[in-house]
């Protein structure tokens, strides 16, 4: 299904207005909206007569001209040679061949650059390759054709910037992808979710560093204060006491820094566990309960799910809010974890 993230979508051409629209006139002076000329790719020579059903008017038909002909020749041309190389880029792809893949989605956008499915079909198979700038690029050109309820091209973004390092920046794209599966119902929302949550764990591992960075900061500033209170003591101080007073205030120094780095050691290292993560919300349970499927979801995030719509999340089998039931035994987990972290409510 062309839902599922990692198929590849059939070509459909954007449809362009016809260059010159022609007006077919009334026989009769009978008053009624004039209808417009088809546009050139569906239109055909015909000099037979349209009756419009409202009055049982007759329309003589305007045979197209040599340029309309020739544009419709074009862009059937154009579209049939378009969807041939998506199709066998498409092939190769399911065959793991990725680089043909890549370079026939190519082909078929220097052929129409203007069908946005063709550029997630490459984004698809640049991702696999490892092309994540180029998965940029392209998402970037889909959104730009059709960005209202795109969700692979967001979704393949997300991935690409999760492996440049851009966890935060990431973690956007991937909830606008959720967003979109979710309102749609999609078959992908589990990949979506599975996404959501890898971006979720990169934008808080970046939180991470730049929050042992300015730790590391601190203790950098702290002992350089210490240094310039024991400059200053050791300059006030007499000449036999210099050297005993600077040896003091080394060894104070020596052990601030040894205290500051057991104390790194010693923190256990910040990382939620995926089991207490609702996959609605992507935050940190505190009363979950559980579906007939056995999937566990934080209470208010389910609840105002089941009234939008009282399907089970990943399954859509029929679910309504009566059939929840406190999962007791994770909500006592749960509460565990958070003695022991607090700083897990921030994730």
């Known amino acids: 299904m062309d839902d599922v993230p990692d198929e590849p979508e059939d070509y459909f051409p954007t449809p362009a ?23 050139p790719d569906e239109a055909v020579e015909d000099t037979s007569e349209d009756e419009d059903p409202s009055t049982g008017v007759s329309t003589p038909k305007t045979p197209m001209t040599e340029a309309e002909r020739a544009h419709a020749l074009y862009l059937h041309t154009t579209t049939t040679a378009a969807s041939a190389a998506n199709l066998e880029g498409s092939r190769y792809f399911r065959s793991n061949d990725l680089v043909q893949a890549e370079a026939l989605y190519t082909k ?3 052929i129409d650059p203007s069908a946005p499915m063709l550029y997630t079909n490459r984004a698809m198979a640049r991702l696999k390759l490892g092309l994540l700038e180029g998965v940029l690029e392209d998402c970037s050109s ?9 969700m692979k091209a967001r979704h393949y973004g997300a991935q690409a910037l999760v492996g440049l390092g851009r966890g935060r920046e990431a ?4 909830m606008e992808a959720y967003k979109i599966a979710a309102k749609e119902e999609a078959g992908s929302l589990g990949s979506v979710v599975s996404v959501v949550l890898k971006c979720k764990k990169a ?7 730049e929050r042992l960075a300015g730790t590391e900061g601190v203790r950098g500033k702290v002992v350089e204060g210490l240094r310039r209170d024991l ?15 600077r040896k003091e205030g080394e060894e104070m120094i020596e052990e601030v820094e040894r205290v500051w780095v057991e104390a790194g050691k010693a923190e256990k290292k910040r990382v939620v566990p995926d089991w ?3 996959d609605i919300t992507f935050s940190f349970m505190v009363d979950p309960v559980i579906t007939k499927t056995g999937k566990s979801y934080e209470r208010a995030s389910i609840m105002e799910h089941l009234r939008r719509s009282p399907t089970d999340p990943l399954t859509r ?10 999962n007791l035994a994770l909500r006592e987990a749960c509460e565990e974890f958070l003695k022991e972290n607090g700083w897990a409510v921030d994730y």
Request: glycine share 4%; hydrophobic share 35%.
């Open 317 to 326: 089998e029929p679910l309504r809010i009566d059939e929840l039931r406190p």
């Open 171 to 174: 973690l956007k794209e991937a």
């Open 108 to 110: 078929a956008i220097l």
């Open 203 to 209: 934008a808080w591992e970046e939180r991470e560093q």
């Open 17 to 39: 207005p016809p260059e010159n629209p022609i007006i077919i006139l009334p026989t009769s002076s009978t008053n009624f909206p004039l209808p417009t000329r088809s546009t």
């Open 142 to 150: 889909s959104l730009a054709i059709k960005e209202k309820a795109n």
């Open 231 to 245: 400059e200053r003591r050791v300059e006030g101080a007499e000449e036999g006491e210099r050297e005993g007073l």
């Open 276 to 278: 207490a993560v609702d």
